[in-house]
């Protein structure tokens, strides 16, 4: 049985239960305890080579005394135990120089979470479900994947707009590209699930030969995420990954004000697919420069890498359509990328790369922060042969990647890569929605669902321009 039938299962008997009211109760409720039975199966390895490690979790509360047993305790003592004891015990966790570095992980996640439940003997029947996922097992720890991004399509369902799961082929792309060492600071600023962390500790895996490297590469590894469910979700995969204690912060990186960033606050690297097509809560946008004030999230968050990049970084970056070909504030903040930054590279992809979550249009850029560009190279991605576009059912693969691979290396213009000069970048309002100039244009005929996202995303757009406007009037 897949692991995606597992889950489906577990929401499905959840339906049974009266507590739980709809998939946002249901997810929340398989995301801590998915996370509490992760945390058991890495602290046994930990004492397996550690005589001295302390659990983060008190012994009683630990997966493997309560619900491991698939005859365990259940109904009101299983209801008694959790709602009494596990909970308030895990987010009022004392912590102190003795307490498992782990445990204000264990904090964090539990602050946010809750068992709606109210059957003893239904939460008894999903754990037991739960129980059939090993995630000591190798091949269960590589589809922890597809746990999360079930559970991303269920939130989507559930209404939960703006959560995207990018593709395992692009976060191990852009992180083949950006090329992480050991010893670099590493951050996701909007790292959601935590993909671009995981795929970047994978790649610096490889050049790991002591201890002392694992510890490194521990600590040079950082995400944030302002939602809690994919928080805990990250925090989850980070573990599961090897990362004892897990840099990832429940926070909104746009709430600290650009001028409080110091030298000490910069990384050597950002790899980050930041929400797109949404808009910040007001004041946050207060946190920026008169010049580079908008209320569109991705919009924010470019200014925001530019700032946390150190001299000679590299930022790899999935951005929309829009802001490559917006004016008014996107303008001044393309023009802030192409003169502090070299802009070399924008990868232009294809339709249905992020289906079913949504239908825009979407880009890679990559840059290094401290130079002014003097070219951007722009690459179009072709569509496999067979291929109108990619759907759930024919996803982009790694496979696909080959030929832009290839090209990355030669860096030669051809039927679908060119290269456009600063000067008429400039000459053209910064815009950077540059079309193929080989290519002849073509008539698009869009589906019914992606007329409405593009004017979905068009009246953002124009709710955004007038606030702009008035703002400055103002």
Known sequence: MSISTVIKSIQKIMREDAGVDGDAQRISQLVWLIFLKVIDTKEEEYELYDDDYISAIPEHLRWNSWASDDEGITGDELLELVNNDLFPTLKELNLDEQSSPLARTVKTVFEDSFNYMKSGTTLRRVINKLNEIHFERREDRHLFNDIYEQILKDLQSAGNAGEFYTPRSITEFMVEIANPQLGEALLDPACGTGGFLVSSIEHIKKSIKTVEDKKTLQNSIFGIEKKPLPHSLASTNLILHDIEIPNVRHDNSLITPLKDITAKDRVDIILTNPPFGGTEEDGIEKNFPTSYQTKETADLFLVLIIEKLKLGGRGAVVLPDGTLFGEGVKTRIKEKLLTETNLHTIVRLPNGVFSPY?????????????????????????????????????????????????????????????????????????????????????????????????????????????????????
């Open 358 to 474: 949504t239908n825009i249009n979407t880009n890679l850029l990559f840059f290094t922060k401290g130079e002014e560009t003097k070219d951007v190279w722009f690459y179009e991605f072709q569509l496999p042969n067979g291929y109108k576009t990619f759907t759930k059912t024919k996803p982009l693969k790694e496979t696909h990647f080959k030929d832009l691979k290839k090209w990355w290396r030669d860096r030669v213009e051809n039927d679908f890569a060119w290269k456009v000069s600063l000067e008429d970048i400039k000459n053209n309002n910064f815009n950077l929605d540059i079309k193929n100039p080989k290519k002849q244009e073509e008539e698009k005929l869009y589906t019914t669902v992606e007329l409405i996202d593009i004017l979905e995303y068009s009246m953002k757009k124009s709710i955004d321009i007038l606030e702009e406007i008035k703002n400055e009037k103002s």
